[in-house]
């Protein structure tokens, strides 16, 4: 299983950016992805989690109203759509796949549930 992400880059406050995650070795629509991020300093947060199966999506309280997680079952690609970006945004921003379907992302985003990383890509918010 692999996961490459793309999209980061350096944007002002205000701005927005859409990262990829492109997988291959497991169907999208069969298992749980989800949206990590570690700023300096700091622990990885779960931001945004999607399961398929179960019509489930969820984010952290954080970036609720400001960020989309969406798919392409055609391109096996999740997206995440992050709009009225924040310095506070700034971090690695990581994909991560579930290694079982099941009840992943239920109601909460649980790192110690996914298997699977990308090698992460940087978001840069300037103020």
Known sequence: VQLVESGGGLVQAGQSLRL??????????????????????????????????????????????RFTISSDYAKNTVYLEMKNLKPEDTAVYYCAAQGRPGYGCYDSIIEREFDYWGQGTQVTVSS
């Open 20 to 65: 990829s995650c492109s997988v291959s070795g497991l169907r999208i629509d069969e298992y749980p992805i989800g949206w990590f991020r570690q700023a300096p300093g700091k622990e990885r947060e779960g931001v945004s989690c999607l399961n398929t199966n179960l019509a489930r999506k969820q984010y952290a309280d954080s970036v609720k109203g």
